[in-house]
């Protein structure tokens, strides 16, 4: 995983010199970590649904954007800072996150979250790896009888699972089902588990002009059917918009 180059004092200065040059650039902050949200491929450039998405919003919103790298644990306290002006990052929409931030328009509905194991366990009273920070981390800390452990990135929460340090792990399906098909010690079981809202992009609270940019450009797709068409390419098990 990439991780940011420039100071936090360098980008908040690029941020302000860019805004009092009028140019409309907009810099994207993503994990590029978590398949198929986004990722980085074989050339080394961020990729997967959020940069298909990303890129359009931006083509609709008339912004110039970049796209940043940044670790899970500090993509929120980052995006305040000013490392960059926007996150898309499979983010879902959380009461707690709107005290710190703000969020655009939905751009998909939750995927459904599983669990992934070595074999078939008792969840409610294993010992259950997570990402740090995310929602998944939050349910399992809230169920008795179960053990969290938390990582800073997802695929460390796999490696605890084959290592044996873990019973299983929960993160989103879409993220889990390449391991199962791919390795044939690791299977998805028990049913789905349904939590958090939907996913957007998430902004600093003062950034309103951006959000409703953001949001506008969201909508648009939702109308003319470009996002459904995204969200069935890249997150099959995800439901579409109506």
């Given at each position: 995983?990439?991780?940011?180059?420039?100071?936090?004092?360098?980008?908040?200065?690029?941020?302000?010199?860019?805004?009092?040059?009028?140019?409309?650039?907009?810099?994207?902050?993503?994990?590029?970590?978590?398949?198929?949200?986004?990722?980085?491929?074989?050339?080394?450039?961020?990729?997967?649904?959020?940069?298909?998405?990303?890129?359009?919003?931006?083509?609709?919103?008339?912004?110039?954007?970049?796209?940043?790298?940044?670790?899970?644990?500090?993509?929120?306290?980052?995006?305040?800072?000013?490392?960059?002006?926007?996150?898309?990052?499979?983010?879902?929409?959380?009461?707690?996150?709107?005290?710190?931030?703000?969020?655009?328009?939905?751009?998909?509905?939750?995927?459904?979250?599983?669990?992934?194991?070595?074999?078939?366990?008792?969840?409610?009273?294993?010992?259950?790896?997570?990402?740090?920070?995310?929602?998944?981390?939050?349910?399992?800390?809230?169920?008795?009888?179960?053990?969290?452990?938390?990582?800073?990135?997802?695929?460390?929460?796999?490696?605890?699972?084959?290592?044996?340090?873990?019973?299983?792990?929960l993160a989103d399906k879409g993220f889990l089902e390449p391991f199962a098909e791919a390795e044939a010690d690791l299977s998805i079981i028990g049913d789905d588990v349904a939590i958090g809202g939907g996913i957007g992009m998430g902004v600093r609270k003062s950034d309103t002009?951006?959000?409703?940019?953001?949001?506008?450009?969201?909508?648009?797709?939702?109308?003319?059917?470009?996002?459904?068409?995204?969200?069935?390419?890249?997150?099959?098990?995800?439901?579409?918009?109506?």
């Amino acid at each position: 995983m990439k991780n940011l180059i420039l100071t936090t004092t360098a980008f908040t200065l690029l941020g302000a010199m860019a805004m009092a040059d009028g140019h409309s650039v907009v810099r994207l902050g993503t994990e590029g970590a978590y398949p198929p949200y986004n990722f980085i491929n074989d050339a080394g450039e961020v990729d997967g649904f959020e940069r298909e998405v990303g890129d359009e919003i931006c083509v609709r919103a008339e912004l110039t954007c970049e796209w940043v790298t940044n670790e899970w644990d500090s993509i929120i306290p980052n995006l305040v800072s000013g490392n960059y002006d926007a996150i898309i990052a499979g983010m879902s929409v959380t009461e707690e996150r709107m005290e710190v931030i703000d969020f655009s328009e939905q751009y998909t509905m939750p995927d459904p979250s599983a669990y992934l194991a070595m074999g078939e366990i008792d969840v409610n009273t294993a010992v259950i790896a997570a990402q740090a920070s995310t929602i998944q981390a939050g349910y399992v800390a809230s169920l008795e009888g179960a053990t969290l452990l938390e990582f800073a990135s997802p695929d460390e929460t796999i490696a605890a699972v084959k290592n044996g340090e873990a019973d299983a792990v929960l993160a989103d399906k879409g993220f889990l089902e390449p391991f199962a098909e791919a390795e044939a010690d690791l299977s998805i079981i028990g049913d789905d588990v349904a939590i958090g809202g939907g996913i957007g992009m998430g902004v600093r609270k003062s950034d309103t002009e951006l959000r409703d940019k953001l949001s506008a450009a969201i909508v648009s797709m939702k109308d003319d059917g470009t996002l459904n068409e995204l969200i069935v390419k890249w997150l099959p098990g995800s439901l579409p918009f109506e």
